[in-house]
């Protein structure tokens, strides 16, 4: 845990007999408060959970000769090396979620994909960790909203002509509970991301598809689409883009 690891060299740079002899590695640990959490908790990860991984392989019956596969088949996703078990069964796939008509039109509209690429259940739960409200911090909650993760894609846009931007962002989950939760967590977070945020408008009783529009900032409006077992974002300064559909 990124904070667990923080609080360590607090306290190891604190300590006369630790501060001298590991003074560089202690400093090194302190810089770590100043860079992105996004992307300090993936390099970690790779660190801490994959040796966990390495070891749950290995005492789960095949020693090493077992980690020695995992060089030819390799984890999927960060779903698999949170939870080793799946990496061992290989029953539950990533679902290769695209959008390839939807950014197909935009294209033709002069929108321009950016960037695009998967959160993964390790991107997900650590996006809940770090707007999670500080007052009712849950430890367990950012790993339950991203449980059940079965796949996902965002797409980042521009649009040059008229300055606007547009983020598209769809997930798919194992369950329908488990998109529910992930729905519920997002929905949480988002007052804590964007506090002057209000609500725009939702569907009503008689929409196919229930989803929730509102506006996070000023000229910035964010969509959540609910389907079953999926969950579509649409976050973007432009307002006519959020009828698009997420398919």
Do not use: C
């Not at 008229?162 to 509970?177: M, N």
Request: hydrophobic letters at 40%.
């Amino acid at each position: 845990d990124m904070d667990t690891i923080i609080s360590m060299g607090d306290k190891a740079l604190a300590s006369p007999e630790l501060a001298g002899e590991w003074e560089g590695m202690i400093g090194s640990m302190q810089d770590l408060k100043n860079f992105p959490r996004f992307l300090t908790e993936q390099l970690f990860f790779q660190y801490m959970q994959g040796a966990m991984m390495v070891q749950y392989v290995k005492d789960s019956g095949g020693g090493w000769k077992a980690v020695e596969e995992l060089y030819k088949k390799s984890p999927r996703s960060t779903e698999e090396v949170l939870h080793p078990y799946k990496l061992i069964r290989r029953d539950d796939p990533p679902v290769d979620v695209r959008l390839a008509g939807v950014t197909g039109e935009l294209e033709k509209r002069s929108w321009e994909v950016e960037d695009q690429d998967v959160m993964g259940e390790l991107g997900i739960r650590v996006l809940m960790k770090i707007w999670q409200d500080e007052d009712a911090r849950d430890p367990q909650a950012a790993g339950t909203a991203a449980a059940g993760w079965g796949g996902d894609r965002y797409y980042y846009l521009s649009n040059a002509g008229s300055g606007k931007d547009l983020l598209v962002w769809k997930t798919a989950w194992d369950t329908e509970q488990d998109a529910r939760e992930f729905a519920v967590a997002y929905r949480t977070m988002l007052p804590v991301r964007f506090p002057k945020m209000r609500k725009a408008w939702r569907s009503d009783s008689e929409s196919p598809v229930a989803f929730q529009v509102w506006e996070v900032e000023p000229g910035r409006f964010l969509k959540l689409v609910m389907d079953k077992k999926t969950i579509g974002i649409i976050d973007t300064t432009d307002k006519t883009m959020l009828d698009i559909p997420l398919n």
